[in-house]
């Protein structure tokens, strides 16, 4: 069965970084867009981007752009969110999430979130 | 940019009664919507994927129907691992977004 389990949680202080890793198992790690998505305590859901961990192609949310770095490693199955120049409305549960559907079949990604990592909460304070 | 509004924010009812969540696009998205169902402390679980096709494993009391700006999420007869938040989201604009979500409690 497809599995993504994430990094433990980090506390870092205003300006920092953070890398949080996701590794899948069950499934062909190339085939399948990986997203990330966050949630900030007790709010909704925000896309943020996605790697096409075949090629290492990536997309960012305009938010985002700039600040986030999303990486894979296909020897380790394992794709990495790195975000920059925290701040502390970056405080949140941050998601990785397996695309729906493989790319073979859906070039673009369909951006629907079939399966999701345990979520890795950042906190962001001074 | 695409605003996703759910209605209403919270929902109260009893197990075995039905329940109609809705969710309301600023521009058309055509049928890209998608539905997610996240309980406490858990990820989110995809339930409903372009507007109306059950996602893998998804119970057939979950029926999502729509398109354009309007969406109706129902689930037929409510059991008790219903009781959740709900969240809708589409995939046709950028940026792709979320609604903001329905809580679902016991009454």
């Known amino acids: 069965q497809v599995q993504l389990v994430q990094s433990g949680a980090e506390v870092k202080k205003p300006g920092a970084s953070v890398k949080v890793s996701c590794k899948a198992s069950g499934y062909i790690f190339t085939d399948y867009y990986m997203h990330w998505v966050r949630q900030a305590p007790g709010q909704g859901l925000e896309w943020m981007g996605w790697i096409n961990p075949n090629s290492g192609g990536t997309n960012y949310g305009q938010k985002f752009q700039g600040r986030v770095t999303l990486t894979r490693d296909t020897s380790f199955n394992t794709a990495y969110m790195e975000l920059s120049r925290l701040k502390s409305d970056d405080t949140a549960v941050y998601y990785c999430?397996?695309?729906?559907?493989?790319?073979?079949?859906?070039?673009?990604?369909?951006?629907?979130?079939?399966?999701w990592g345990q979520g890795t909460l950042v906190t962001v304070s001074s | 940019e695409v605003v996703l509004t759910q209605s209403p924010a919270t929902l109260s009812l009893s197990p075995g009664e039905r329940a109609t969540l809705s969710c309301r696009a600023s521009?058309?998205?055509?049928?890209?919507l998608a539905w997610y169902q996240q309980k406490p402390g858990q990820a989110p679980r995809l339930l409903i994927y372009d507007a109306s096709n059950r996602a893998t494993g998804i119970p057939a009391r979950f029926r999502g129907s729509g398109s354009g700006t309007d969406f109706t999420l129902t689930i037929s007869s409510l059991e008790p691992e219903d009781f959740a938040v709900y969240y809708c989201q589409q995939r046709n604009n950028w940026p792709r977004s979320f609604g903001q979500g329905t809580k679902l409690e016991i009454k």
């Open positions: 999430a397996r695309d729906l559907r493989s790319y073979h079949y859906d070039s673009s990604g369909s951006f629907y979130f079939d399966d």
């Open positions: 521009q058309s998205v055509s049928t890209y």
